[in-house]
C-alpha cells in the first residue's frame, strides 16, 4: 500500500520519519536546537531552521497525525497539480507558516519592550547580554519580571513540525475539491470540507492571538492555510475537478 502513495507524498513521510527516529530516539532531542526554528531576532535562530523546522516533530502522536493527514490529502494533491506545484505548494506553506507565526510574535516582542521600556528597565542591554537591575517600585518590578518572562519564551521556545506545510495541503486540497467530504471524531457523518476548514482557521486565529495555544502554534496553521488557498486559488482554473 505504501508504494501507492504518489512519490513526494511517499518521500515527505519517509524523510519525516527519519528525521523523527533519529533526533527524538536515537538522541533524544539534542538537535532541537539546531533544527528547530526560533524567533528570528533570537540568538538561537540560524538560517536553515526556516526549512529544518518542518521535519521536526515533538512526540509520536505530533508526528503521527501530520503523517496521517497528509497521507489523507496529498496524494490527491499531488496528481492533480503535479510533482513541481505540489512541492511548490508544501514547502511555501511550511514558510507561510513560519512568516505568521514569527510575524505575532514580533508584534508581541514589540509590545513587551515598549512596556518595559516605559517602567525604566533597559531592554536594549537586556537583549544585548548585558547584567540588567530591576528598578521602581516592587509592583513594577514584578511586572517587569513577568514582562521578561513573556520575552525570553519567544526567544527561547522553538517552532517544530510539518503542521503548517500540512495545513497548506489541507487548503488547498478544500480550494480545489470543497464539495469532498471527510470523516470527523465525534460527527456521525461525514461533512464537507469547505465547511470544517473556515471553522478550523477561524479556532486557531481565535487560540493564537487569545494566547490559549497551549503549546500549539496555531497562526503557523492559519499561515500555512493562507498561501495553501492563495496558490490554490491561482492554479485551480488551470486544473479539472472531481465530484
Not at 513526494?8 to 519525516?16: F, L
Not at 516533530?57 to 496524494?75: C, E, R, V, Y
Not at 540588567?132 to 514582562?147: A, C, P, Y
Not at 486557531?204 to 487569545?210: C, D, I, P, Q, R
Request: hydrophobic content about 50%.
Amino acid at each position: 500500500m505504501f508504494n501507492n502513495i504518489p512519490p513526494i507524498t511517499r518521500n515527505i513521510i519517509i524523510i519525516n520519519v527519519i528525521i523523527f527516529i533519529i533526533t527524538n530516539l536515537i538522541f533524544q532531542g539534542k538537535f532541537t536546537e539546531y533544527l528547530a526554528a526560533f524567533y528570528p531576532f533570537s540568538p538561537f535562530f540560524k538560517s536553515w531552521q526556516v526549512i529544518t523546522h518542518m521535519f521536526m516533530h515533538g512526540s509520536i502522536m505530533h508526528i503521527l497525525f501530520n503523517m496521517f493527514t497528509l497521507f489523507s490529502f496529498g496524494p490527491v494533491l499531488e496528481q492533480s497539480l503535479g510533482n513541481k506545484k505540489y512541492l511548490v505548494l508544501y514547502f511555501l506553506s511550511g514558510l507561510g507558516a513560519f512568516f505568521l507565526f514569527n510575524l505575532w510574535n514580533f508584534i508581541e516582542v514589540q509590545k513587551f519592550s515598549t512596556e518595559l521600556q516605559e517602567l525604566g528597565f533597559n531592554i536594549n542591554a537586556y537583549l544585548s547580554g548585558a547584567s540588567v537591575n530591576f528598578t521602581g517600585t516592587q509592583e513594577s518590578i514584578l511586572r517587569q519580571k513577568d514582562l521578561i518572562e513573556n520575552l525570553n519564551g519567544i526567544m527561547g521556545t522553538p517552532m517544530v513540525g510539518a503542521s503548517g506545510a500540512i495545513f497548506g495541503v489541507v487548503a488547498a486540497f478544500a480550494t480545489l475539491y470543497p464539495d469532498a467530504k471527510i470523516g470527523i471524531m465525534f460527527i456521525p457523518i461525514p461533512v464537507k470540507v469547505k465547511y470544517v476548514l473556515p471553522v478550523i482557521v477561524l479556532g486557531s486565529v481565535w487560540l493564537g492571538v487569545t494566547g490559549n495555544a497551549g503549546g500549539i502554534a496555531h497562526l503557523a496553521h492559519v499561515g500555512g492555510a493562507l498561501v495553501g488557498f492563495i496558490l490554490a486559488k491561482i492554479w485551480k482554473k488551470h486544473l479539472y475537478r472531481f465530484n
